[in-house]
């Protein structure tokens, strides 16, 4: 069946080449030749697996005659057990031999038909491609007809698309003043919004990580933001049950100005100082620097004026002049969480007229 089938095709492919190759070939033509040469393909596996097969058969008989003890455990302690043994791998390898020449007598004749199914498939693909090439050729004539045909309307494009050109360079321009005023307000709305933790971000901030000694939160004197700022810091250290000493609004300085949120701490609190700095920096989004080199400013004391006073014709001088550094403090002394002012607040990034 499968050979009539290779013939019917193969006859059918050199009836269609006289009368006009482009109209006969098709897909399905080329399917059936696929398939009928991956059977013949597939029937020469199975014989070499036939083969395979016989070969294994034939081993026990091959190693009883070369290593005739290797089986004597089959055959004790009688020589019937022995005799019976021998027949029956004798038979075993006369089954054997007899795959093997079936398998290599299939292998041979589907090998045949399968080298037959290819060239026809090969033959196929070649006329395919010739008419493939026949079709580009046409297609290229027309193609040169219709650019012949439509040079002239394509002069009048070229002069409609300069036209084009020139108002979208307009567009363009008026588009890229309106990003730039838009750019400008963004940064402005920036300057001009408080720096905020929101109740979520307070929350996960204050479960981010574990302290059992107090901390104290300290922000600028007269700094309103800073201060809105410091107490929510110190609402989120609460909400994670660390205890907390407020001293906003205690900072007074003469000179530069600290910003961004500064901690620092001992050495033995180093683990928590980085877990916070980390919290307040990626879940708050704040600028925040941990031990750093050192505080700006030349009287940054933290001096606390916890009482009110009420004088005539009063003076206040602060005759210390000093800067703290920011680096790890004392052992045994407190973390400190320090919230400056905003640090576009000292270096504006602002356009000026």
Known sequence: MIVQSVRF??????????????????????????HISDTFFFWVAVGAIVVAIGCILEGPEVL?????????????????????????????????????????????????????AGGLLQTFDELLLTTTQRETALAQLETAMLRRDTQALKTDADTQRAIAGTALQKAGEANNTAEKEKLDETQ????????????????????????????????????????????EIIQSLKSGEISVRSNIGYTLDTGDLDAGVLISGPTEADSFTACLGNALRTIGKLDVVVNGEQHKGT???????????????????????????????????????????????????????
């Open 64 to 116: 009883h005659e070369i290593f005739p003890n290797l089986f004597s455990w089959f055959t004790w302690p009688s020589k019937d057990r022995l005799d019976k043994f021998e027949r029956t791998i004798k038979k075993v390898g006369l089954i054997g031999w007899l795959l093997v020449v079936l398998g290599v007598a299939a292998e041979g004749v589907f090998e045949v038909y399968d080298h037959q």
């Open 9 to 34: 095709v193969s006859s059918s492919i050199s009836a269609s080449v006289p009368a006009g190759i482009t109209n006969d070939l098709d897909a399905s033509v080329r399917a059936d030749l696929a």
């Open 188 to 231: 402005l709305e920036l300057l001009v919004s408080p720096r905020r933790l929101t109740l979520d971000q307070q929350g996960k901030i204050g479960h981010a990580c574990v302290w059992v000694k107090p901390v104290i939160v300290s922000s600028y004197a007269l700094d309103s933001e800073g201060r809105v700022l410091a107490l």
């Open 299 to 353: 009287a940054i004391e933290g001096t606390e004026f916890g009482a009110s006073f009420n004088c005539t014709n009063c003076r206040m001088e602060f005759d210390r002049s000093r800067s703290i550094r920011g680096g790890p403090t004392g052992p045994g002394t407190p973390v400190i969480v320090k919230v400056g002012v905003r640090p576009d607040a000292v270096d504006p990034n602002v356009r000026t007229p």
